[in-house]
């Protein structure tokens, strides 16, 4: 019976002291737990194995870097480039890293029809621009970045390869 007592005891106790409940009645929990990457850098996946490498030193706080398929507030691609396969968004958009982070984008090897890719990337001023040494094998695109917006592999336009001819004419 006495640790029946006890036992009754200790719940009550227990129930009394609240707990949940949002709010947290006025009191000081604290500050909330480090979400996101932060410093010490970090690997986020996105769908179909797009992901993002935030290298230690490129963020000073955590981040909650996001990476979705999506196309929603992009602006249009520039004339005559053509998508190979989806477009991405690295959110949070203009997102700027002290050192450059990896990203990599799928993109559809058969939507090239043989051309070579070139991956594109919203600028500051949500203009479309290529990334330089970006590399492509087996149906990804890689390259590095120093800030977050939209990203999508293109094809350029095709130009027409017409026979140059020359004319010489001997007296």
Request: with cysteine; net charge neutral; charged share 5%.
């Amino acid at each position: 019976m006495k640790s029946f007592v006890w036992m009754l005891v200790a719940v009550l106790s227990l129930t009394a002291c609240g707990g949940g409940g949002g709010g947290g009645g006025g009191r000081n929990t604290g500050p909330a737990a480090p979400s996101g990457i932060g410093s010490a850098g970090g690997t986020v996946t996105g769908p179909n194995g797009s992901q993002v490498v935030v290298p230690a030193g490129a963020l000073s706080t955590n981040v909650a870097v996001n990476v979705a398929q999506s196309s929603q507030g992009a602006p249009a691609l520039p004339a005559g480039m053509t998508g190979a396969g989806q477009m991405f968004a690295l959110t949070p958009h203009g997102t700027q890293f002290s050192a450059p982070v990896t990203i990599t984008i799928p993109y559809d090897v058969a939507a090239t029809n043989g051309a070579v890719p070139i991956l594109y990337k919203t600028n500051a001023q949500n203009q479309w621009e290529p990334v330089s040494a970006a590399t492509f094998a087996a149906g990804v695109a890689t390259a590095q970045i120093s800030s977050f917006s939209y990203a999508q592999v293109v094809v350029p336009p095709l130009t027409r390869n017409e026979p140059v001819r020359g004319w010489d004419f001997w007296l």
